[in-house]
Nanobody
Framework: VQLQASGGGLVQAGGSLRLSCATS????????MGWFRQAPGKEREFVAG????????SYAGSVKGRFTISRDNAKNTVYLLMNTLKPEDTAVYYC??????????????WGQGTQVTVSS
């Protein structure tokens, strides 16, 4: 089972990035998926979560209104569109698969992470 995160990079404050998490090895089409991030010296934190059919989403307060999570089950991919990026969004972003709930790092599977760096 693999979760391959991509799309990270260096962007100026106010810019946008779209992260992708491509899954393989098993289907996650019936599972909650999530994005999390970990900044240097900090614990991993919840960013956004999405239910199996996209009907329910949840966001951390710090990203609400700027980030949008979505999924395409036909492509086995989860996305995170990040707008109006701020320097404090700088972190390694991870996707989690088969998550038991929103808001917690209780996912059964994890990707390798993709670095997002926002310059001021």
């Amino acid at each position: 089972v693999q979760l391959q995160a991509s799309g990270g990079g260096l962007v100026q404050a106010g810019g946008s990035l779209r992260l992708s998490c491509a899954t393989s090895g098993r289907s996650f089409s019936s599972n909650t998926m999530g994005w999390f991030r970990q900044a240097p010296g900090k614990e991993r934190e919840f960013v956004a979560g999405i239910s199996w059919n996209g009907g329910s989403t949840s966001y951390a307060g710090s990203v609400k209104g700027r980030f949008t999570i979505s999924r395409d089950n036909a492509k086995n991919t989860v996305y995170l569109l990040m707008n109006t990026l701020k320097p404090e969004d700088t972190a390694v972003y991870y996707c989690g698969g088969d998550c038991r709930s929103f808001g917690r790092s209780d996912c059964a599977y994890w990707g390798q992470g993709t670095q997002v760096t926002v310059s001021s």
